[in-house]
Nanobody, 123 residues
């Protein structure tokens, strides 16, 4: 069993930055892929970014240049650095992990999810 816990959300003004953390525990190994998704009120969940066990990274086209995904050397904690935040970035951000994900942006490929952390960007 794998546990996933997000942290680091909060309220920030437009143009500000936040760094989200995703801490995993349990039966997780260095060959797990990790991703961030978000869901705004009244909208479907959308892909934000992913990092493969090989350290390759993927981003939603609309977020490239503002968001950066990374992971520590042990590959049990991941991060999402969010810069130049906009009100439209307001959402609950979820971390997800799985072994050998085929399509990084496909939520159904991930079998372990956290409860989410709220990010609110004020204008």
């Amino acid at each position: 069993q794998v546990q996933v816990v997000e942290s680091g959300g909060g309220l920030v003004q437009a143009g500000g930055s936040l760094r989200l953390s995703c801490t995993t525990s349990g039966r997780i190994f260095s060959d797990y892929d990790m991703a961030w998704f978000r869901q705004a009120p009244g909208k479907e969940r959308e892909f934000v970014a992913a990092i493969k066990w090989t350290d390759g990274t993927y981003y939603a086209d609309s977020l490239k240049g503002r968001f950066t995904i990374s992971r520590d050397k042990a590959k049990t904690t991941g991060y999402l650095q969010m810069n130049s935040l906009k009100p439209e970035d307001t959402a609950v951000y979820f971390c997800a992990v799985a072994k050998f994900v085929r399509i990084a942006a496909r939520g159904s490929d991930y079998n372990y999810w956290g409860q989410g952390t709220q990010v609110t960007v004020s204008s």
